[in-house]
Structure formats: C-alpha cells, structure tokens
C-alpha cells in the first residue's frame, strides 16, 4: 500500500515537472513507447511553442512537440540554467560602458585642456 | 603617420566583422559534422558551434543557396555568433545564429563608427557641460523607445526585464555610450557629412533587434541641441504641442501592434497614447537633426560631390545584391553589418517576367526595388547634368562615367519605370533650357519621347472607358472591404454607389491617374483599410504611426486578381504616407512649403529645380519617405536654395 502510494506521488511529482518545462498536456495527446521502437522519429508539433531544455551539463535541446519535450523531461533535461550567467553578462556589459565613457570623457577633457 | 591610423583601423575593422563569430569553447570536445538532414547533432549541440567554425567545416553552406544564415535576435549572450539551431523545410536549411541584440547593438556600432571615422576631420569638438547635458538628454529619450515599444522589444531582448526600471538603466548606460561616442566622431567630421548621405543606401544602419537607426541617435542629439539653441524654434515648437496632444488623445484607448518588417527604424510599432506622444518628438528632434546636419555643412554644397557619390553607392549595392542574392554567408554578413531592415534579396531572377509579361522587379541589396531605383535614376541624371555642363564650360569630365553602366542596369533590374520615364524628361528638359532649339525640332523630339514613353508604360490603359478606369479604385476598394467590418472610407463609397450618386471629381481625378500608373489596386487597399475620424482626416494620426492602419479593419487578405496573399503590403505612395500621418492640412502645408522651394531652385538654379522636380514626381508612388537614408537624401536637395547652393 505504501509503495503503490509512493509510485503515485512519484508520477505526481513526474507529471509536475513535465508541465514546468512542456506546459500543459494537449487534450488530444496519446502517450507514446518510445524505448520499444529504436527508430522512433519525434515529429514537430506545429501548435506547440518550441521549448529549450538543459541538462546537469548546461547542455540544451530545442524540442518541438510536447512527446518530446515530456520524452526529454523524463530522461533527465530538467535542470534550470543557470540564469545568473546572463545577469552578470549584463553587469559587465554594464561596468565596460561605464568604463569606457568615463575614458572617453577624461580623453576629452584632456584634448580640451591642451587646445 | 595617418596612413598608418588608417591601416590600423581597417584592420581593427575586420577583427570587428570576424573575430566574435569564431568565439566559442574550443577546448569542449564538440566539433562542427558535416550537415545532413539528420540534423540531431546541431539539435543537442545548441550555442556550442560558433558560426565561423561551423562554416569553415561546411564551406558549401557559404555559397549554395538552399542554405540560409538567419539572425536569432532572442537569443543569450552566451550565444552570441553560435549556432543556436537548425531546421530543414522542404530542401532547405535554416541555420539560425545567435545575435543577442545588445551584443550586435556594441559590435555593429563600432563597426560603422570606426568606418565613420575614416572620413578627415573638419573641425574640433569640445566637451562641454552643455553639449554633455544634451547628449544625457537625447539617451534618455531614445532609452525610452524601448520602453514605448516594449510588446516590441520584449521578444527581442533575451533575459531583460522591461517591467523593471532596472533594465532600463542599462539601456541607458549602452545608449549614452555609444551616443557619446558617435557624437565626437561626427561632430568632429559635420561639415562634410552630407555628402556621405548617399552611402546610408549601402550602410542602412538600423540595428538588429531593434527599431531604431544609428543615425537616428546623431540626429536626434542635434535635433535636442538645436532646440535649445534656438530660441525662435522653441517658439514655432510650442504650436507643436497642441497637435500632438489631438494626436495623442485620438490614440487613448487603443493598443494595435504592428510588425515593421521592411520598415523597422521608420514607423512606431504600436498605437497608444504614449507612443504617438513619443513619436511625435523623435519626428520633430529628426527632423530638427537633418536641418542642423545640413545647416553644419560651412561650404557651398557640391551636387557634384553628392551625385558622384550616389553613382558609387548604385554601383556597389549592385554588386552587394548580387552577393546577397547568390551567397548565404554574404546574405547574412550583409544584414548584419550594413544594418539592413531586410535580408537582401535571395532571387536570382534578373531578367524575369510575370505571367502577364511585367518585368519582376529585383531589389537586390536595399529592401525596395522602387527606392533603388529612384536613387539609381537621380544619380545617371546629376551626372548628365555634370556632363553637360563641363562640355558646356570646355572642360569635358569624363570621371565617373565608368559608374554609369551599373547605375543604369540597377535602374533596369528595379523596374521602376515611372524613375526611368522622369529621367528621360529631366534631361529633355535640361537639354531644352541650355540649348535654344526651334520649334519644328521640339516637336518632333515630343512625339519620339511620347512614342519612346508610350512603350515604357502600358498605354493600352488608355484604351479602356474613362468612366471604368477612373472608378476600378473605388470600385477595388470596396470589394476589399469585409461586409463586418468596413472602414469609413468605403462606407462613404458603399453610400454613394447605394443611392445611386456620381463619385466626386477629385476622387475621379485619383481613380484615373491611379489607374495609369498602376496603382490603382494598391491604392484601393490602403482606402479599403482607411479608417479615419473627422480630425484624423484633417491633421493626421502622427508620424511614424501606421500601425491602426493595419490594425484597425480587417480586409480580404487576398489580392483580387491574383489570389495571392496581401501581407505586409505599403500604399506605395509617400503622400499617401503623409496623409496618414499630417492629414489633409498638414499634406497642404507640405505642399506648399516645397512647391515654394522648387519655385526658389527653378529661379536660380535649374538643375536644382529638375532633381526636386524628378523626387516629387517619384514619390507619389514610392513609399521612399519610409527609409531615413531616402528621406534625409530627399530632404538634402530640397533645403537647399540659391545661396547655399552651388557647384
């Protein structure tokens, strides 16, 4: 009783994570044996917004239908990047600015001064 | 010494244009395969393979064209010159690259500034707390564009924020960098800039991912200094704000969106009270921007100069299209660095006609086929101009008549036959003023001209009835309309034809002309969506603001006669642009103001008279006024008067 409760809150807790990354299940969709059929070919899914996924590596795959959005989610292409990368991109876009305008001025003042 | 510079900052220029499309991890063990429709390396490898490597492992990928290079604007820094993507489509593959908007926003303005910066210097700029002020001023107002158009830029811009004021900031300090930097390099070289204008055809400069031109931070900074210069500007301005506030107050409530594909730079991408508030301003500081960029320049302007320049540019955006047109890589690389709105053109289709036997237009480098072609036919004719004169004067000068072949072939391969028509009345024209001929011999060159003419343009349009002719407009119109959701033009229409009522002479006057050049399916179009309210009619709905006309009514998205899609199509006609944004008033006033400035160049100088005589002709069925390079070009020959003018 207990197991069979733990594998329901683990397929929960599956499904929670599928539709944090793919969004909300398709009312027509039919679950698919991947791992059975070796030369299985996912097709792109025109009304499904093409989603970028990452691994424990920062790898990403972009996937274009829900099956294999949910297909990568479960196989392990559920890892968050690392977003502060892109913030701290920005900063030092930020503090180059500043630098070089700073530079810039002190160049022209001193251009201004020696005129 | 400055030889050396020069060789320093070309070199610098290409490390620009090639070193961040080689960046990316090289001592990760992902090395670019050979691309084949199994496309799922490129799939799991995303941001990994920089496009310099990719291509140098897939050198066919530069030159065959089933394969594109696209920008991918939405993408991270991280990402910047990687491949971010593959897709096949049919036979075609679809190589998207990264291109994180704030990086191409750094990379291509150093890029131009450093090619800007080539030009000899003409004078000194110092800093001052006043021009330092100014320059705070005009990076604040375009920071806020982004803000204005923020539906716009929030597909753009990967990993901002626009709802934070912190984003902002940083636009800001990106903004005032590069306006600080490209104030002090123009400055210092304002007297000689106007003859570079016509190098704004090859360099378009409009960055990517953005709805904004380089020149426009330029010009908007002189536009703000002229205004606080000017104390009599101030007081004409101030007749300003009651306009735009009807303009503006006409926009509450609304919110329609429009994709300014060709256009980006040129128009709003939104309909709302704050941005017809805004737009209006960047209009009035532009326009500000181009009276001091001209009134800089201390000496008398050279035509010479300018045409000669003009044949240049034909020349190599001839030879850019065709690279466009054959090589990705080129294709790419060209929207890239020469700021296009556009891909150029990938058609390869030089000499091709229609089912119906037209000539296809071919566009080439620049994103209008007509615009380039005006642009090609204003150059053949100053150079006639120049031509006839130095024979007249005994000094024949046969420079830059080698850049007349290529000018006339861009001209041929536009198919702008209302340009050609033009040139060949401007220069009978010139011909008649500077040679005193009889009678008898004008005669008989007006009837070749007509016979020569008649074959350019379709004359068999006048073999049909005047009254269906002049009424197919009107008639198109309303068939464009949805019965659900008609605009008020074609309700006014729908009234007239209903009870029986003969159309107005003025709209039968249009219908005709429409018909004889062509436009009167275009223009049925435009009146099929115009939907203006008394006051829109009358003053406008702001400039810049074309996106309620696109948005307002829906239309049969299929052209009549050729089932074809619509899409994205302009009225072809800069008055009709500017009736859209001045109304009725302010198109008179327009008018008015530079049919007194054509009177001004016929009395003193003729040549001058047949230029502003050639663009006004040209741009009643041209949307030239949409592409700043067009309009400052325009607007250059028609500020100019006697005493400025010379050469």
């Known amino acids: 009783m207990i197991s069979m409760n733990f594998l329901n809150l683990k397929v929960y807790l599956s499904n929670q994570i599928v539709e944090q990354f793919c969004g909300l299940k398709p009312v027509n969709f039919e679950p698919v044996d991947i791992a059975s059929d070796p030369?299985?070919?996912?097709?792109?899914?025109?009304?499904?917004?093409?989603v970028n996924l990452y691994d424990a590596e920062n790898n990403t795959v972009i996937v274009n239908s829900y099956l294999e959005c949910k297909h990568y989610v479960e196989g392990g292409w559920n890892f968050i990047p690392n977003v502060l990368n892109e913030v701290d991109l920005h900063n030092g876009l930020l503090f180059i600015s500043l630098f070089s305008l700073l530079s810039g001025v002190i160049y022209f003042y001193r251009k201004n001064y020696e005129s | 010494m400055k030889v050396k510079n020069k060789i320093i900052k070309l070199i610098f220029i290409s490390f620009v244009a090639i070193f961040p499309f080689f960046l990316s991890n090289y001592s990760d063990n992902v090395t670019p395969e050979k691309i084949t429709s199994d496309l799922r390396f490129y799939e799991i490898n995303t941001c990994s393979?920089?496009?310099?490597?990719?291509?140098?492992?897939?050198?066919?990928?530069?030159?065959?064209?089933?394969?594109?290079?696209?920008?991918?604007?939405?993408?991270?820094?991280?990402?910047?010159?990687?491949?971010?993507?593959?897709?096949?489509?049919?036979?075609?593959f679809y190589i998207s690259v990264g291109t994180n908007p704030i990086i191409t926003f750094f990379i291509q303005s150093i890029f131009w500034l450093l090619i800007m910066?080539?030009?000899?210097?003409?004078?000194?700029?110092?800093?001052?707390?006043?021009?330092?002020?100014?320059l705070f001023m005009s990076s604040f107002f375009i920071t806020l564009s982004i803000f204005v158009e923020s539906r716009f830029y929030e597909k753009k811009l990967y990993f901002f924020?626009?709802?934070?004021?912190?984003?902002?900031?940083?636009?800001?300090?990106?903004?005032?960098?590069?306006?600080?930097?490209?104030?002090?390099?123009?400055?210092?070289?304002?007297?000689?800039?106007?003859?570079?204008?016509?190098?704004?055809?090859?360099?378009?400069?409009?960055?990517?991912?953005?709805?904004?031109?380089?020149?426009?931070?330029?010009?908007?900074?002189?536009?703000?200094?002229?205004?606080?210069?000017?104390?009599?500007?101030?007081?004409?301005?101030?007749?300003?704000?009651?306009?735009?506030?009807?303009?503006?107050?006409a926009a509450l409530g609304d919110n329609y969106y429009l994709d300014p594909d060709k256009i980006r730079g040129s128009i709003s991408t939104i309909y709302n009270f704050l941005s017809v508030s805004y737009s209006s301003f960047t209009f009035l500081f532009i326009s500000l921007g181009i009276f001091k960029l001209f009134s800089n320049?201390?000496?008398?302007?050279?035509?010479?100069?300018?045409?000669?320049?003009?044949?240049?540019?034909?020349?190599?955006?001839?030879i850019l299209g065709y690279l466009s047109s054959s090589q990705p890589f080129f294709n790419f690389f060209n929207y890239l660095f020469f700021g296009l709105t556009k891909y150029g053109t990938r058609s390869q289709e030089y000499f091709s006609y229609n089912e119906w036997g037209e000539k296809l237009a071919w566009r080439g480098h620049f994103p209008s086929a007509e615009t380039?072609?005006?642009?090609?036919?204003?150059?053949?004719l100053i150079l006639f101009f120049l031509f006839i004169d130095s024979f007249k004067n005994k000094k024949p000068n046969l420079n830059y008549l080698i850049f007349a072949p290529l000018a006339l072939f861009s001209l041929y391969l536009s198919n702008n036959r209302s340009a050609f028509v033009m040139l060949i009345i401007c220069i009978l024209l010139k011909i008649n003023n500077i040679l005193t001929l009889n009678k008898m011999i004008k005669i008989i060159v007006l009837i070749f001209t007509f016979i020569f003419i008649s074959s350019i343009v379709n004359l068999e349009n006048l073999t049909y009835s005047i009254n269906s002719s002049s009424q197919k407009i009107m008639n198109d119109a309303i068939l464009y309309g949805l019965d659900y959701n008609y605009s008020s033009t074609v309700e006014y229409l729908l009234d007239l034809q209903n009870n029986n009522l003969s159309f107005p002479a003025i709209l039968m006057f249009l219908g005709q002309v429409s018909f004889l050049i062509n436009r009167s399916e275009i223009w049925a179009i435009f009146m099929a969506r115009y939907n203006p309210t008394t006051s829109e009619f009358l003053i406008g709905t702001g400039p810049q603001q074309l996106s309620n006309l696109y948005s307002e009514i829906n239309i049969f998205e299929y052209k009549l006669y050729s089932g074809f899609p619509i899409g994205f199509l302009l009225p072809h006609s800069?008055?009709?642009?500017?009736?859209?944004?001045f109304g009725l008033i302010g198109l008179a006033l327009i008018f008015i103001w530079w049919i007194y400035r054509i009177y001004q160049g016929r009395k003193y100088n003729y040549d001058l008279f047949l230029v502003n005589v050639f663009i006004l002709i040209n741009l009643a069925k041209s949307d030239s006024v949409l592409y700043l390079p067009a309009l400052t070009l325009f607007l250059i020959f028609i500020l100019n008067n006697k005493k400025e003018f010379n050469y």
């Open chain 1, 39 to 50: 030369n299985f070919v996912f097709e792109n899914d025109p009304n499904f917004s093409a």
């Open chain 2, 49 to 92: 393979i920089s496009i310099g490597e990719f291509l140098i492992n897939n050198l066919n990928v530069s030159y065959q064209d089933h394969y594109r290079i696209v920008a991918n604007d939405y993408s991270s820094i991280k990402c910047f010159g990687t491949i971010t993507g593959i897709d096949q489509i049919n036979h075609v």
């Open chain 2, 117 to 134: 910066s080539l030009i000899k210097k003409t004078n000194n700029v110092k800093i001052t707390y006043k021009n330092s002020l100014i």
């Open chain 2, 161 to 249: 924020d626009l709802t934070l004021y912190r984003s902002y900031f940083y636009f800001f300090i990106f903004m005032l960098t590069i306006t600080f930097f490209q104030y002090f390099i123009l400055e210092s070289r304002k007297k000689v800039l106007i003859y570079y204008v016509p190098f704004m055809f090859i360099f378009m400069q409009v960055y990517s991912g953005f709805n904004l031109y380089f020149l426009t931070l330029y010009l908007t900074t002189l536009g703000i200094t002229k205004l606080v210069e000017s104390n009599n500007i101030r007081k004409i301005i101030s007749l300003f704000f009651p306009i735009v506030f009807i303009w503006s107050y």
């Open chain 2, 297 to 318: 320049s201390e000496r008398k302007i050279d035509l010479s100069l300018i045409g000669k320049n003009i044949l240049i540019s034909t020349n190599i955006i001839l």
């Open chain 2, 372 to 380: 380039i072609g005006e642009f090609s036919a204003l150059g053949i």
């Open chain 2, 574 to 581: 800069s008055f009709i642009i500017l009736f859209i944004y």
